[in-house]
């Protein structure tokens, strides 16, 4: 099976349509709707909320930006022991 071209859904054998470039890419579109949206409206498939690649790029910001906020945690504790164990060691 293939996947559309534009959404990422998987399409049915002998449906939609299969569009071939003069550069030789075989583009393919489950309905009219991927159609209009990459070819008239050249609309880019990463920002189109429904679509398989937004999804996977909203994923991915959202797992480099959990691994910064772990990441500034773990800093922000590593000072923490720091200060005190020089705090310890100033009261001894």
């Known amino acids: 099976m293939t996947k559309c071209s534009f959404c990422g859904k998987e399409e049915r054998p002998f ?3 299969h569009l071939i470039k003069n550069t030789g890419a075989v583009v393919y579109f489950c309905s009219s709707k991927c159609r209009r949206n ?3 409206l ?3 498939k990463k920002k189109v909320r429904w679509t398989e690649a937004f999804h996977e790029r909203r994923e991915k910001s959202r797992a480099r930006a959990r691994a910064a906020r ?3 945690t773990q ?3 590593a000072k923490k022991e720091t200060k005190k ?3 310890k060691s ?3």
Request: charged share 50%; aromatic share 0%; proline share 0%.
């Open 70 to 72: 772990e990441a500034s």
């Open 90 to 92: 100033s009261k001894k």
């Open 15 to 17: 449906r939609g349509v």
């Open 38 to 40: 990459a070819l008239k």
């Open 75 to 77: 800093a922000n504790e």
């Open 85 to 87: 164990s020089k705090s």
């Open 42 to 44: 050249k609309r880019d």
